[in-house]
Nanobody, 120 residues
Framework: VQLQASGGGLVQAGGSLRLSCTGS????????LAWFRQTPGKEREFVAA????????SYADAVKGRFTISRENAADTMYLQMDSLKPEDTAVYYC??????????????WGQGTLVTVSS
């Protein structure tokens, strides 16, 4: 497994969780990284992305202002801090590595998902 997401769980609405994604240096070096999520019956949707330096980020409108993506290249780890969680954030969250240093949507690797459940 080249990428592995962790940190999911059950949380009440308004609460917080922090997801982590670890992987090999070969995957992390010079690659933008991203988080996606998927609920049953729906397509996987973009959540957030960060460039390889960690200096540029982008977010889906649904999570803007509540989620924060970051990365720690020395530890080959990416994070997604999720605050003010809502029941509609319930999904399996996946991390992915892009083929380019700045997020392009051309993904080269996916991690296994981690389930986030937000109760009302």
């Amino acid at each position: 497994v080249q990428l592995q997401a962790s940190g999911g769980g059950l949380v009440q609405a308004g609460g917080s969780l922090r997801l982590s994604c670890t992987g090999s240096k070969r995957i992390y070096s010079n690659n933008a990284l991203a988080w996606f999520r998927q609920t049953p019956g729906k397509e996987r949707e973009f959540v957030a992305a960060v460039n390889w330096r960690g200096t540029t980020t982008s977010y889906a409108d649904a999570v803007k202002g509540r989620f924060t993506i970051s990365r720690e290249n020395a530890a080959d780890t990416m994070y997604l801090q999720m605050d003010s969680l809502k029941p509609e954030d319930t999904a399996v969250y996946y991390c992915a590595a892009d083929r380019r240093p700045v997020y392009s949507g051309s993904l080269r690797s996916w991690g296994q998902g981690t389930l986030v459940t937000v109760s009302s």
